[in-house]
């Protein structure tokens, strides 16, 4: 079975907390990946289940460092999808910054392990 993809910009929000941050109160890296791969990944649900995934390409830029109680924007845009790979541009901004500063951006790819399980839209 097919699944279709549109190009999308998708967004997912979260608060920093105590729980999240270091000795230094900001935000542990760690942590900023794993809330960035899960955002990317939700989109690919169906394909993640039938284990049609592999990562390949993973490239993270940090600019700034998120703090305590800091509200961050994931931002997450295919920037290439073809029936063997997908790419997507991963930007984090601080929302309740005055001009939404930017935390990091990222490339995630993944390889389709088999090639008819995505349906290109047109």
């Given at each position: 079975?097919?699944?279709?993809?549109?190009?999308?910009?998708?967004?997912?929000?979260?608060?920093?907390?105590k729980s999240d941050v270091n000795q230094h109160k900001t935000l542990q890296p760690s942590l900023l990946y794993a809330k960035m791969e899960s955002a990317?990944?939700?989109?690919?649900?169906?394909?993640?289940?039938?284990?049609?995934?592999?990562?390949?390409?993973?490239?993270?830029?940090?600019?700034?460092?998120?703090?305590?109680?800091?509200?961050?924007?994931?931002?997450?845009?295919?920037?290439?999808?073809?029936?063997?790979?997908?790419?997507?541009?991963?930007?984090?901004?601080?929302?309740?910054?005055?001009?939404?500063?930017?935390?990091?951006?990222?490339?995630?790819?993944?390889?389709?392990?088999?090639?008819?399980?995505?349906?290109?839209?047109?």
């Amino acid at each position: 079975m097919n699944t279709q993809y549109s190009h999308q910009r998708n967004t997912y929000s979260f608060n920093v907390v105590k729980s999240d941050v270091n000795q230094h109160k900001t935000l542990q890296p760690s942590l900023l990946y794993a809330k960035m791969e899960s955002a990317v990944l939700n989109s690919l649900t169906s394909l993640k289940e039938k284990n049609d995934l592999r990562q390949h390409v993973f490239k993270l830029d940090m600019f700034k460092n998120a703090k305590l109680k800091d509200r961050l924007k994931i931002t997450h845009t295919v920037r290439k999808l073809s029936t063997s790979e997908i790419l997507f541009s991963v930007e984090v901004f601080k929302e309740n910054s005055p001009n939404n500063e930017i935390v990091c951006a990222a490339t995630f790819g993944y390889t389709l392990k088999r090639k008819d399980a995505i349906n290109l839209a047109s």
